[in-house]
């Protein structure tokens, strides 16, 4: 079982659907999760981070977090077509610094 | 701040021969992380730095692969001898200390080994 999953997608929206990206962890210690997103080509850039069980919301970004099921989702209200990139799901290992990331899910969202 | 900087942009290189990746760290940011990315496995951590010690090499996929952080404002990754399935993107992202989880990354090197 990889640390963290997600599903490769793509996940396809029209515009100003909400986009919902789903994300889950293995390590049942683990405290901190992030959302990074990578358009193509480029490099990853952290857009959320979570810590807490339930929601937190950051303009059309909401994070969702359930530790009990093990469970991170990205919700994107209002997609728009530059949303259009891959989102890698990040747990912080615990005990450690270091991040481990989902392979990412690919985002495409239709004018 | 120019973010941080990676080169080169572009490696192309033949199977056996020596590659050396560089990277400049953000100003001020003590920890320093190496990743490797690809379709078939993600990104994937090779080893970080803090205050330029070596804290975990667990990813380091072999012998072949080393990396050091003589200063605060320059690392190197080197592969001798490269193969094939070195190929890949090369990322160094950089953090302050304590906010490990906010990385900034550079805008990677990409790797061919034919």
């Known amino acids: 079982q990889k640390e963290v999953e997600q599903n490769s997608g793509p996940l396809s929206v029209p515009e100003g659907a909400i986009a919902s990206l789903n994300c889950t962890y293995s390590d049942r210690g683990s405290q901190s999760f992030f959302w990074y997103r990578q358009y193509s080509g480029k490099s990853p850039e952290l857009i959320m981070f979570?810590?807490?069980?339930g929601d937190k919301e950051d303009g059309r970004f909401t994070a969702q977090l359930n530790k009990a099921s093990q469970y991170v989702s990205l919700l994107i209200r209002d997609s728009q077509p530059s949303d259009s990139a891959t989102y890698l799901c990040?747990?912080?290992?615990?005990?450690?610094?270091?991040?481990?990331f989902g392979t990412g899910t690919r985002l495409l969202v239709s004018p | 701040d120019a973010g941080v900087i990676q080169s080169p942009r572009h490696e192309v290189t033949e199977m056996g021969q020596e590659v050396t990746l560089r990277c400049k760290p953000i100003s001020g940011h003590n920890s320093l992380f190496w990743y490797r990315q690809t379709m078939m496995r993600g990104l994937e951590l090779l080893i970080y730095?803090?205050?330029?010690?070596?804290?975990?090499d667990s990813g380091m996929p072999e012998d072949r692969f080393s990396a050091k952080m003589p200063n605060a404002s320059f690392s190197t990754l080197k592969i001798q001898p490269s193969e094939p399935r070195d190929s890949a993107v090369y990322f160094c992202?950089?953090?302050?200390?304590?906010?490990?989880?906010?990385?900034?990354f550079g805008p990677g090197t990409r790797l061919t080994v034919t």
């Open positions: 992202a950089s953090s302050p200390f304590d906010r490990g989880y906010e990385q900034y």
């Open positions: 979570i810590y807490s069980n």
């Open positions: 990040a747990v912080l290992n615990t005990g450690f610094q270091k991040l481990v």
């Open positions: 730095f803090n205050n330029n010690v070596p804290i975990d």
